[in-house]
C-alpha cells in the first residue's frame, strides 16, 4: 500500500467515525426530546367514555382522530404506554392507565353476539351493530387483534384475566366467526371481505380488488397471532380444552401461509388472490361445437400469488411464521434493499419498484403506497430483533428515533406518515398512536426493560 493511498485511507476511515459520531450525538438529543414529549403527552390518549362507548378508552390523538375508538389502534397506542408506564409511571399511574386498558377491549366486546360480529369503531355517536343481519358476514369487522389486546393487558397484571370472564363468550365468538365466514376452505386462508377500513388502506393486493378475493398476508399473520392469543386466555381461564382447538387453529393456519403465501422464487411473503372460476363441468359453444370446458385438466390449485412488494410480507417474521433460512433471504434480499424497502428514514410501505409506488398525501385512504409510517418501522423492526438481525433492528430503531426527533423539533408534535428520502411529515400533525412506540425502541436499545405486545 502506497503512503498516499495509506493517508486516503485514513482520512476516509476518519470522516466516516466522524459522521458516525455527529449522528450518534443527534440521536442522543432526539432521544431526549421524544422522552420529553411524549412522557408529558401520552394521557391525552385518555378518554372517559360517553355515548356508545361505555368504557373509559384510549384514542389515537389529533383531531382528525379525537374521541374515537379504533380497533388496532387502541391495541399499539396501549403497547407504547405500557412503556411509558413502565419507564416514568407510578403504581398509582398504572392502575388509573388499567381501567382505559380494558376498556377499550370491553367496549367492543360490549357489541358482541351470537353472531361473532364486532365493530372495527366506535364512534360517540355512531350505532355499531347498525348492520342488516342478512349483510354481517359480508363486512368487514374488528381486525384480529382483539384477542392479542386482551392477552397483553392480562399478561401486565400478572396473567389475571377475571375481568374478561362474562364477555370471553363474546371473544370466541368473534374469532368462530372469522373462521367460519371469513376463511376460505382450499386454502385455509383467512381473507378480506371488501377493500373498507382494512388498516392498510389502499394496499393493492386488497384496495379495489373484487370483494373476498384478497387472502392478505398482512390479515393472515394477524389471526395466527390472534388464536395464539386465544389459547393463552383460555389457559388463564382454565378452560384449556377450548385453547387446544384454538392452537389446532393456529397450527393449520401456519401451514396454510406457508403452502401458499410463500414465494421460493423471490424469498418473499406474498398475499393471495382467490379470485379463480370454480371447477365445474359445463357445456360451451363458443367454439362451433359442445365442449365440456377444459375437463382434461381443470385448475389443481386453489389461489394465486400476487407478487406486489408490501411491507406486510415482513409481518412473517413478526409473528414467528417464517422459518430461520426465510428469515435470512427476506432480510438480506429485501430488507437491505435501497431499491426496494430500504429508505433513509425506515422501511418502504411499498416497494419503490412497484408502479404503484407514490408517495403522495391522501386521507381517505390513508396512503400505504410508499410511505413511511411508524407502524410498519416498528413491527419490521421486532421481527428483525426477534430473528437475531440486531444490527438490522438496531439501524431502523435509529432511523425510526431521527425521523421522529426531528419532527417534534421542527414541528412540535408527530405526524401520520412521511416522505421515505428526506422525512418531511405529510399529513395529520398530532398524531400519537402507534407513533409512541418509538419509545419501546428506545428503551431496546438503551438496554432498558422492553414493553412487548403478546
Request: aromatic content about 14%; overall charge neutral.
Amino acid at each position: 500500500m502506497t503512503k498516499k493511498t495509506t493517508i486516503l485511507l485514513s482520512l476516509l476511515l476518519s470522516y466516516s467515525f466522524s459522521v458516525y459520531c455527529q449522528q450518534n450525538e443527534s440521536n442522543v438529543n432526539y432521544k431526549s426530546i421524544i422522552k420529553s414529549k411524549i412522557y408529558k403527552d401520552y394521557k391525552g390518549m385518555y378518554r372517559k367514555g360517553s355515548g356508545s362507548l361505555i368504557y373509559p378508552f384510549l384514542t389515537p390523538g389529533s383531531n382528525q382522530y379525537d374521541n374515537v375508538l379504533w380497533d388496532w389502534d387502541s391495541w399499539l397506542s396501549n403497547i407504547a404506554l405500557r412503556q411509558i408506564l413502565t419507564d416514568i409511571g407510578t403504581a398509582k399511574d398504572k392502575q388509573e392507565a388499567l381501567k382505559y386498558e380494558q376498556g377499550c377491549v370491553l367496549n367492543f366486546l360490549h357489541y358482541g353476539d351470537w353472531d361473532g360480529y364486532l365493530p372495527i369503531v366506535i364512534w360517540e355517536d355512531s350505532k355499531p351493530r347498525d348492520i342488516r343481519p342478512e349483510n354481517i358476514y359480508d363486512v368487514n369487522m374488528h381486525k384480529p387483534v382483539l384477542a392479542q389486546h386482551a392477552a397483553f393487558i392480562t399478561k401486565n397484571i400478572r396473567g389475571n384475566a377475571e375481568w374478561l370472564r362474562e364477555k370471553f363468550f363474546h371473544l370466541q365468538a368473534f374469532v368462530n366467526s372469522y373462521k367460519a365466514h371469513h376463511r376460505n376452505q382450499a386454502t385455509g386462508l383467512y381473507y378480506w371481505q371488501n377493500d373498507v377500513a382494512i388498516g392498510v388502506d389502499n394496499d393493492p393486493s386488497t384496495f379495489f380488488r373484487p370483494n373476498k378475493s384478497s387472502a392478505s398476508i398482512y390479515l393472515n399473520c394477524l389471526m395466527y397471532k390472534e388464536l395464539q392469543a386465544m389459547v393463552y386466555l383460555a389457559k388463564q381461564l382454565n378452560q384449556t380444552a377450548i385453547g387446544d382447538e384454538f392452537a389446532n387453529d393456529a397450527v393449520a393456519l401456519k401451514a396454510a401461509i406457508q403452502k401458499n403465501c410463500w414465494d421460493e422464487r423471490d424469498g418473499f411473503f406474498y398475499s393471495v388472490d382467490l379470485n379463480l372460476k370454480p371447477i365445474d363441468n359445463h357445456q360451451d359453444n363458443t367454439l362451433g361445437k359442445s365442449f365440456i370446458i377444459h375437463s382434461g385438466y381443470p385448475r389443481d390449485y386453489d389461489c394465486l400469488i400476487q407478487r406486489i412488494g408490501s411491507w406486510s410480507g415482513f409481518l412473517a417474521l413478526w409473528s414467528g411464521i417464517a422459518t430461520p433460512e426465510q428469515a435470512d433471504r427476506i432480510v438480506k434480499e429485501h430488507y437491505l434493499n435501497a431499491k426496494t424497502f430500504n429508505a433513509p428514514t425506515g422501511v418502504r410501505t411499498l416497494s419503490k419498484m412497484e408502479k404503484m409506488y407514490s408517495v403522495r398525501a391522501s386521507a381517505n385512504p390513508s396512503n400505504w403506497r410508499g410511505p413511511i409510517w411508524g407502524i410498519s418501522n416498528y413491527m419490521v423492526f421486532k421481527g428483525l430483533e426477534k430473528y437475531g438481525y440486531k444490527k438490522e433492528a438496531k439501524e431502523l430503531a435509529e432511523k425510526t428515533i431521527s425521523l421522529f426527533g426531528k419532527d417534534f423539533e421542527k414541528n412540535g408534535a408527530l405526524h401520520e406518515y412521511y416522505e421515505p428520502e428526506t422525512g418531511e411529515p405529510l399529513l395529520n400533525k398530532g398524531f400519537q398512536n402507534w407513533n409512541y412506540l418509538v419509545i419501546n425502541m428506545i428503551a431496546w436499545l438503551d438496554g432498558q426493560t422492553v414493553v412487548e405486545e403478546f
